[in-house]
């Protein structure tokens, strides 16, 4: 793999786009995760937010989704927090994967729901951010339980195809950092 492949910008895995909302899961193995992004348009506009699922949590989604055993039902949900910190404002971000039929079963066909939630947030001392309060930002988008497996799947086979490509990339990187720092350390 050329230095130019594995410095390519993310790209799109997966694409949905209802008559209202539209959700893009895309790779960004070259940092260990995938994005999701969610906006909205027609009548009411969503400015698109974006999360990020690292990909060992992206890979247990995939299993609890797949799960022939026990499948995901009412009030299963998959959450991932993060967020950011830039110029001294923190900024938390929510990820959820939630499955919902609703009362009495209204979202039947359409029962899988994943929200992208923004808000403030505060820095913990282990480097990890935390929401504070609700989130000042919030998208979301419907998706039937074929769609939500066609993601997985997609998500699945993308991840298979392409994360050893990016992780030999990624380790070479690291020991050639780990070996400078040992040369400098000798030099000093």
């Known amino acids: 793999m050329t230095n130019q492949e594995t410095h390519t910008p993310d790209y799109d895995i997966w694409t949905m786009v209802t008559k209202s909302r539209y959700c893009y899961v895309i790779s960004a193995l070259l940092i260990g995760k995938i994005k999701i992004a969610i906006g909205g348009y027609g009548q009411k506009v969503i400015p698109m937010l974006s999360a990020y699922i690292p990909v060992p949590k992206a890979r247990l989604l995939i299993h609890r989704i797949l799960d022939p055993v026990l499948p995901p039902s009412d009030g299963f949900c998959f959450e991932v927090i993060g967020g950011s910190s830039r110029d001294g404002v923190v900024e938390s971000r929510i990820l959820k994967f939630v499955f919902d039929a609703g009362q009495n079963g209204q979202f039947a066909t359409m029962p899988w729901r994943i929200v992208i939630g923004i ?11 935390s ?3 609700k989130p000042t930002s919030v998208a979301d988008i419907r998706l039937s339980i074929d769609d939500m497996t066609m993601l997985a799947l997609e998500l699945q086979a993308h991840l298979a195809h392409r994360q050893g490509t990016y992780e030999y990339h990624r380790i070479r990187e690291q020991r050639e ?6 040369a400098d350390t000798d030099a000093a």
Do not use: K, M
């Open 119 to 129: 808000g403030p947030g505060r820095l913990l001392d282990t480097g990890g951010i």
């Open 131 to 133: 929401p504070i309060g």
């Open 177 to 182: 950092r780990h070996a400078q720092r040992a």
